[in-house]
Structure formats: C-alpha cells, structure tokens
C-alpha cells in the first residue's frame, strides 16, 4: 500500500521560509521522480515541482523559480520543498504525489497517480 505523507505546513509572513516534507513507503521510491503540487480555494490544483529519481535533475512552475527547492533522499524515502521568500499567493494545500509510472519525468498532474494528504501553507501579507 502506497503511502505519502506530508508535514511542515503553518502559517507565515511574507518573505518567511518554510519546509515541506513527504514521507513516502510502500513503493520503491528510488523508481520514481516526486511532485509537489498545490491547489488554492477556488482555484485548480497546480504543478510546483518535480524531481527525477536520481535527484539531478528538477523543473519548477515559473511562480516559484528561484524561490522554492525540491530536494529527495532516497536512502530515507522523502521528498522535501524548501519555500523561500514566500508570497500571500503562495497560500494553499501541498501535496506531494507519485507518477503512475516508474521512470515518469512530469508536470501534469494527470499522470500522478498517489497523493498525500495535503498540508496547509498559509501566507499572511
């Protein structure tokens, strides 16, 4: 049974930092890249980020290049988001989610077929 299960949201001020983790088991971790998503009231989830298997590579949604780091340890199976310099419209659940197939690079969250639970990121201004 696959398992995926986030932590490290809270509520910030802008320009704040925060950590999300996800705790994967389960599945062979190392098969796989890991995204982060995030959907805001009202609005559609979106992509964040992603990482390959290996860790070498990642691809970020413009409103957060520069900003937030994806980063995985395989020998732990977790995935992290660092968020830096946050916005108010950074504000929304996370999720962190797993490809329906091994050695799947994507953005689309179509084609993610395990999700946690969320955690909540909320941005005061």
């Known amino acids: 049974q696959v398992q995926l299960v986030e932590s490290g949201g809270g509520l910030v001020q802008a320009g704040d930092s925060l950590r999300l983790s996800c705790a994967a088991s389960?599945?062979?971790?190392?098969?796989?890249?890991m995204g982060w998503f995030r959907q805001a009231p009202g609005k559609e989830r979106e992509f964040v980020a992603v990482?390959?298997?290996?860790?070498?590579?990642?691809n970020y949604a413009d409103s957060v290049k520069g900003r937030f780091t994806i980063s995985r340890d395989n020998a732990k199976n977790t995935v992290s988001l660092q968020m830096n310099k946050l916005k108010p419209e950074d504000t929304a659940v996370y999720y962190c989610?797993?490809?329906?197939?091994?050695?799947?690079?994507?953005?689309?969250?179509?084609?993610?077929?395990?999700w946690g639970q969320g955690t909540q990121v909320t941005v005061s201004s």
């Open positions: 389960g599945l062979p971790f190392s098969f796989y890249a």
């Open positions: 989610a797993r490809p329906a197939r091994t050695w799947s690079y994507t953005t689309r969250s179509s084609e993610y077929d395990y």
């Open positions: 990482i390959k298997w290996t860790g070498g590579l990642t």
